[in-house]
């Protein structure tokens, strides 16, 4: 089994910067794929960012600019800095994980950015 633990959310007004942590635990695989989706009220989850284990990174258009995703292997853990965050950012962030034996979430951090 993995454990996702995110953490870092907030309320920011809009412009202002946030970062997000999830630090995974258990059977993690020397080979994955770790990400950041979110899912606004009334809308479908949607991918924010992904990075592989060797640090390739894949972008929603909407945030490509704006939010960085990284990752620290030795700490199985992903990270997401966002940068000039705007309300439509609003959203529940889920950490992601997956790897050979499955697919993995968190539990969500909020995100709130107001006008």
């Known amino acids: 089994q993995v454990q996702l633990v995110e953490s870092g959310g907030g309320l920011v007004q809009a412009g202002e910067s946030l970062r997000l942590s999830c630090a995974a635990s258990g059977s993690i695989a020397s080979l994955n794929t770790m990400g950041w989706y979110r899912q606004a009220p009334g809308k479908q989850r949607e991918l924010v960012a992904t990075?592989?284990?060797?640090?390739?990174?894949n972008y929603a258009d909407s945030v490509k600019g704006r939010f960085t995703i990284s990752r620290d292997n030795a700490k199985n853990t992903v990270y997401l800095q966002m940068n000039t965050l705007k309300p439509e950012d609003t959203a529940l962030y889920y950490c992601n994980v997956r790897q050979r034996i499955g697919v993995y979430w968190g539990q969500g951090t909020q995100v709130t950015v107001s006008s």
């Open positions: 990075i592989t284990s060797g640090g390739s990174t």
